[in-house]
């Protein structure tokens, strides 16, 4: 077979790779300014579940960037899924997804402390189907590998397989034009003994040409399992580094946590330098490596956990019925009755938990696929990190001057949370912050007649 049209196995060479190859809230008052989506990551790939008693809907999405004729992915799966147990979604639905539950940046502004009495303190973090397939059955020379159905799902040429041995497997997909990378077959071989089918899945160019779209939708399967869990071995075969995995499940019962690897709740609620504003990005970045360290590379994060008829403070309003019900959300309904005063949103779905787990892995430390459970815990959860703006007007009374004496304490406190945080240097956090007029100790007057007899260029 010509090398040109070879595929190789994304599955393996992705963070989706890992799935793409199986199967008494607290009021927070806030103003939300940030967020640290999926986008601040490099080969990032997102899995929505949805997962009620046995039922399971895969929504499946990576960042693949190259062309389009050299994608495929393999997806074990623990049943031969028929034509109707397989979608194509929309991107959108998923970024959606990922928005609101980001983790978050908010910001408060300190009142004149002679009109109130400072009292408030930030630093405390808040707790918050399956059925046989009637298609033509056949089995391809020697290999023990059974097409056991063949689909095209919008812009997807859709095989499922099953096989006798792991070498006949291989040896199949090389045939039919895939690259699998070494370390694949015996991988192949511990889902092949457990009785996994392979849903494997390439794109037609044609009907992806019709799409007009220039990138790959995601992926949905349904099904039943006892088992739940998601494939994440394949992925790191011959990955180059970490995998970024981020994972939301959508529940009835509650939050959702791995029960073969720790789950750990992010660091929440400190108090951080305001000039992080600017760098909320790389603050996220370097927080979320410096715990993943501290936990030896082998924990999965908690980044959200929340009712999704409300959020606060929102990264994005939550989602609606009809994105839910896409999700595989199928018990939400259209009775607006449901809707919060609160929330403005149409058609906010009732009874739908949601989980956002995020895990950087590899093959040395996480030689197992992640396995789930639902706890039943409903206790809302949110990676969230607050700015404190000093207040800068004229104050002049005993409550001012209390005030103004216990703002070097707090910015070194603060310092010393973005440190511990991130693992940034201390003195190089203090340097900043004082270029940033974070080190004073009396109010800046910022009137504006004052700026303007003083000759300040800021006022032209």
């Known amino acids: 077979m010509n090398s040109t049209l070879k595929k190789t196995l994304f599955a393996a060479t992705s963070a989706l790779a890992a799935i793409t ?25 997102k899995v929505a ?18 062309d389009l004729q050299d994608f495929a992915m393999v997806i074990p799966v623990p049943v031969v899924l028929e034509e109707e147990q397989i979608h194509v979604t929309d991107n959108a639905i998923l970024d959606h997804l990922d928005a609101y539950t980001a983790p978050r940046l908010v910001e408060y502004f300190d009142e004149d402390p002679c009109q109130v009495v400072y009292r408030k303190d930030f630093s405390q973090p808040m707790e918050m189907a399956a059925g046989a397939n009637d298609s033509e059955i056949r089995e391809r020379d020697g290999f023990g590998v059974t097409v056991e159905a063949e689909y095209t799902v919008g812009e997807y040429d859709i095989q499922i397989l099953s096989a006798e041995q792991s070498d006949g497997l291989s040896g199949w997909l090389v045939q039919n034009g895939y690259n699998l990378p070494d370390g694949a077959e015996s991988t ?66 509650g939050r959702v946590e791995t029960t073969n690897y720790r789950t750990v709740k992010l660091p929440t609620g400190m108090n951080i330098p305001t000039y992080v504003k600017e760098d909320f990005g790389p603050f996220y970045k370097a927080m979320f490596e ?36 896409e999700l595989g ?59 404190r703006h000093p207040y800068r007007g004229d104050a002049t009374c005993e409550a001012a001057e ?23 240097n201390i003195d190089t956090i203090r340097d900043t912050m ?27």
């Open 188 to 253: 192949l071989e511990s889902y092949i003994k457990q009785g996994t089918k392979f849903f494997v899945a390439k794109v037609n160019l044609e009907e992806q040409a019709e799409t007009g779209l220039k990138y790959l939708r995601p992926l949905q399967v349904a099904f039943e399992s006892p088992k739940f869990m998601l494939p994440i071995r394949l992925g790191t075969v011959n990955a180059d580094g970490k995998q970024e995995l981020f994972v939301f499940t959508l529940s009835r019962e």
């Open 290 to 325: 410096t715990q993943v360290q501290k936990e030896n590379e082998r924990a999965v994060f908690l980044e959200y956990a929340w009712d999704i008829n409300w959020c606060d403070p929102c990264a994005a309003d939550p989602l609606s019925q009809d994105e839910l019900r």
């Open 402 to 424: 209390q005030y103004h004496a216990s703002l070097p304490k707090r910015f070194e406190q603060e310092a010393q949370s973005l440190a511990n945080l991130t693992g940034w």
């Open 434 to 460: 004082n270029e940033k007029g974070q080190d004073f100790e009396k109010p800046v007057d910022d009137s504006w007649w004052k700026r303007i007899w003083d000759n300040d260029p800021k006022d032209g």
């Open 21 to 45: 190859l199986t199967t008494g809230a607290v009021a927070f008052c806030g103003f939300y300014v940030a967020k640290a989506d999926t986008k601040l990551f490099n080969k990032a790939s």
């Open 329 to 387: 959300v199928y018990w939400v309904g259209s009775d607006t009755s449901e809707l919060q005063p609160r929330r403005p949103a149409p058609q906010i779905g009732q009874n739908v938990f949601v989980t956002r787990l995020h895990v950087s892995y590899d093959a040395d430390h996480f030689p197992e696929d992640l396995m789930f459970k639902q706890t039943g815990d409903r206790s809302n959860f949110q990676g969230r990190y607050v700015l």
């Open 49 to 66: 579940i949805m997962r009620d008693g046995d039922k399971t809907v895969l929504t499946m999405a990576n960042d693949y960037q190259g």
